[in-house]
């Protein structure tokens, strides 16, 4: 096992709330001293991470890492993919903070078309079809003007348009407006039930300052994700602004803290509670407001959706909140009028042909009674996944079988994981004949890179978690504090180089 300069603080608290007279605000206790993580260390892991993100051509990426703050330059093809570069780099314990010096060159195409095609997938996202969102293009730059109802929903517009295949750039102009007059009291209210309720940053330390709808961020926090993490749930309806400077990154706030003294969500109608809030600040959930019932921690979701992707964001959501251990998602995806088959397939070869990531010559779609499935070979697990998730907003689609395969060009052995914060299965490694891959590498070596992957993730705590290894096939045993810790380990487990996990790791 590898040796690091592990720190294991004692320090616990619980956030309390203030009130004064001008600035609204809730206090967190004073960081600890900060620990040094060797910068060559970091770099390491950092180059570990870009490796597996296979969206992103890491031998493409130059990364240096001075004082824990990691720089990533060069060049990619499109948003998506830098965005993934930037956010495995924020998710790597002991990255202080990131510079983003990566330029995008997309395949050149006329403003025309890319005006056009980004306009369509705004209509054709379940989603965002109803935002009034005007689109212009110059020069592979894309702006969006207009107004939605939400910050989320701003992110989400934005985010539909970064996936259009030739978009260097986008600009984002849409405004936020809510028409209630809400005080600065209920919307510190609100940014500490969201923070509160969410299964990563519940263990953080943060200090919330409210005046005149602008909030401001300090304390600490365990990597720069969970910081951009902090700033969305900040967001609330209402917020003009918010303020992040204050909010340092120090990886001794990862996991240990988690452990003792914060506030815990335990009871199965708290639970409920948190899951109902945690929909809320979803623009693909919100609207549907699915059916929730709790038993002993384990959430039932029930009701109708109208889209697929709605029904797998709010199972998302659920997993992603504190107290919740499982989730049985009982959603039906019922759409307002009936989708013709071939509607439905016009449609979703429509939204592969621009997809920034797939290429639509290697994908075959089928659609029978709303069933959607995809074949074909494609180049890589991220190719796979986007096209599933492609699918997946179409609307029309009621299940979506990925019968993909993936041409590796070094067929030993490959993992592929999303990212952490979302909480969504690793896809396995196949060869050419659909048979699973193993790892060329020893058992004895499997278990020191899946120790190390544990200990650089600011999501879990491995100093609780044991690893063996039998040709190739990792088990996990050990006790982790909630469903995202538990998944997180699974993830590293892959990255490390297992063939198969099996997490026997119990969720306290």
């Given at each position: 096992?590898?040796?690091?300069?592990?720190?294991?603080?004692?320090?616990?608290?619980?956030?309390?709330?203030?009130?004064?007279?001008?600035?609204?605000?809730?206090?967190?206790?004073?960081?600890?001293?900060?620990?040094?993580?060797?910068?060559?260390?970091?770099?390491?892991?950092?180059?570990?991470?870009?490796?597996?993100?296979?969206?992103?051509?890491?031998?493409?990426?130059?990364?240096?890492?001075?004082?824990?703050?990691?720089?990533?330059?060069?060049?990619?093809?499109?948003?998506?993919?830098?965005?993934?570069?930037?956010?495995?780099?924020?998710?790597?314990?002991?990255?202080?903070?990131?510079?983003?010096?990566?330029?995008?060159?997309?395949?050149?195409?006329?403003?025309?078309?890319?005006?056009?095609?980004?306009?369509?997938?705004?209509?054709?996202?379940?989603?965002?079809?109803?935002?009034?969102?005007?689109?212009?293009?110059?020069?592979?730059?894309?702006?969006?003007?207009?107004?939605?109802?939400?910050?989320?929903?701003?992110?989400?517009?934005?985010?539909?348009?970064?996936?259009?295949?030739?978009?260097?750039?986008?600009?984002?102009?849409?405004?936020?407006?809510?028409?209630?007059?809400?005080?600065?009291?209920?919307?510190?209210?609100?940014?500490?039930?969201?923070?509160?309720?969410?299964?990563?940053?519940?263990?953080?330390?943060?200090?919330?300052?409210?005046?005149?709808?602008?909030?401001?961020?300090?304390?600490?926090?365990?990597?720069?994700?969970?910081?951009?993490?902090?700033?969305?749930?900040?967001?609330?309806?209402?917020?003009?602004?918010?303020?992040?400077?204050?909010?340092?990154?120090?990886?001794?706030?990862?996991?240990?803290?988690?452990?003792?003294?914060?506030?815990?969500?335990?009871?199965?109608?708290?639970?409920?509670?948190?899951?109902?809030?945690?929909?809320?600040?979803?623009?693909?959930?919100f609207s549907f407001n699915p059916n929730v019932s709790v038993n002993s921690?384990?959430?039932?979701?029930?009701?109708?959706?109208?889209?697929?992707?709605?029904?797998?964001?709010?199972?998302?959501?659920?997993?992603?909140?504190?107290?919740?251990?499982?989730?049985?998602?009982?959603?039906?995806?019922?759409?307002?009028?009936?989708?013709?088959?071939?509607?439905?397939?016009?449609?979703?070869?429509?939204?592969?042909?621009?997809?920034?990531?797939?290429?639509?010559?290697?994908?075959?779609?089928?659609?029978?009674?709303?069933?959607?499935?995809?074949?074909?070979?494609?180049?890589?697990?991220?190719?796979?996944?986007?096209?599933?998730?492609?699918?997946?907003?179409?609307?029309?689609?009621?299940?979506?079988?990925?019968?993909?395969?993936?041409?590796?060009?070094?067929?030993?052995?490959?993992?592929?994981?999303?990212?952490?914060?979302?909480?969504?299965?690793?896809?396995?490694?196949?060869?050419?004949?659909?048979?699973?891959?193993?790892?060329?590498?020893?058992?004895?070596?499997?278990?020191?890179?899946?120790?190390?992957?544990?200990?650089?993730?600011?999501?879990?705590?491995?100093?609780?978690?044991?690893?063996?290894?039998?040709?190739?096939?990792?088990?996990?045993?050990?006790?982790?504090?909630?469903?995202?810790?538990?998944?997180?380990?699974?993830?590293?487990?892959?990255?490390?180089?297992?063939?198969?996990?099996?997490?026997?790791?119990?969720?306290?």
């Open positions: 096992m590898k040796t690091h300069n592990k720190h294991t603080p004692k320090e616990s608290a619980i956030l309390a709330g203030s009130c004064g007279a001008m600035i609204l605000s809730s206090t967190a206790p004073a960081a600890e001293p900060k620990q040094n993580v060797a910068d060559g260390e970091i770099a390491t892991a950092l180059e570990s991470a870009l490796l597996f993100e296979t969206s992103v051509p890491s031998y493409r990426i130059d990364t240096s890492v001075i004082d824990g703050v990691a720089t990533l330059s060069r060049t990619v093809k499109g948003i998506l993919a830098k965005e993934r570069a930037l956010m495995a780099a924020k998710a790597t314990r002991g990255v202080r903070s990131v510079v983003d010096k990566i330029e995008v060159n997309p395949p050149k195409r006329s403003d025309a078309e890319l005006a056009k095609d980004v306009n369509n997938a705004l209509l054709l996202d379940p989603a965002a079809d109803s935002y009034e969102v005007d689109v212009t293009a110059k020069d592979g730059v894309v702006t969006l003007k207009g107004t939605v109802d939400s910050w989320q929903e701003r992110k989400l517009a934005a985010h539909v348009a970064k996936g259009v295949r030739g978009v260097s750039e986008v600009v984002d102009e849409m405004m936020h407006n809510y028409d209630l007059d809400r005080s600065d009291s209920e919307l510190q209210a609100e940014i500490e039930r969201a923070m509160e309720i969410d299964v990563i940053l519940r263990p953080l330390f943060i200090t919330t300052e409210v005046e005149d709808r602008e909030v401001k961020l300090t304390g600490t926090v365990g990597s720069s994700a969970e910081k951009d993490r902090a700033i969305n749930k900040a967001f609330v309806m209402g917020v003009r602004e918010v303020d992040a400077t204050g909010l340092e990154v120090d990886s001794w706030a990862s996991t240990d803290i988690k452990k003792e003294g914060l506030p815990v969500i335990k009871s199965d109608e708290e639970i409920k509670e948190a899951v109902k809030d945690a929909f809320l600040y979803d623009p693909r959930v921690g384990m959430v039932t979701l029930t009701g109708t959706v109208d889209n697929l992707k709605a029904k797998e964001a709010a199972e998302r959501d659920a997993r992603n909140t504190v107290g919740v251990w499982r989730v049985k998602n009982h959603l039906k995806v019922r759409t307002p009028e009936t989708i013709p088959d071939s509607t439905v397939k016009a449609n979703l070869d429509s939204a592969l042909a621009w997809n920034a990531i797939t290429e639509s010559y290697e994908i075959d779609s089928e659609v029978e009674n709303g069933i959607v499935t995809l074949t074909g070979t494609v180049d890589s697990f991220l190719e796979k996944a986007e096209a599933e998730d492609v699918a997946d907003r179409t609307n029309g689609a009621l299940v979506v079988k990925n019968k993909l395969k993936v041409d590796l060009p070094d067929l030993t052995y490959y993992s592929y994981t999303f990212d952490p914060l979302w909480s969504t299965a690793p896809y396995h490694a196949y060869n050419n004949e659909g048979e699973m891959t193993y790892p060329a590498v020893s058992d004895a070596e499997i278990v020191e890179d899946v120790e190390d992957e544990l200990f650089w993730s600011p999501f879990v705590d491995s100093d609780d978690i044991s690893v063996t290894a039998k040709q190739g096939d990792v088990t996990l045993t050990g006790e982790v504090d909630d469903w995202s810790e538990f998944t997180s380990a699974t993830e590293n487990a892959y990255e490390g180089g297992a063939a198969t996990v099996v997490n026997k790791l119990e969720i306290k």
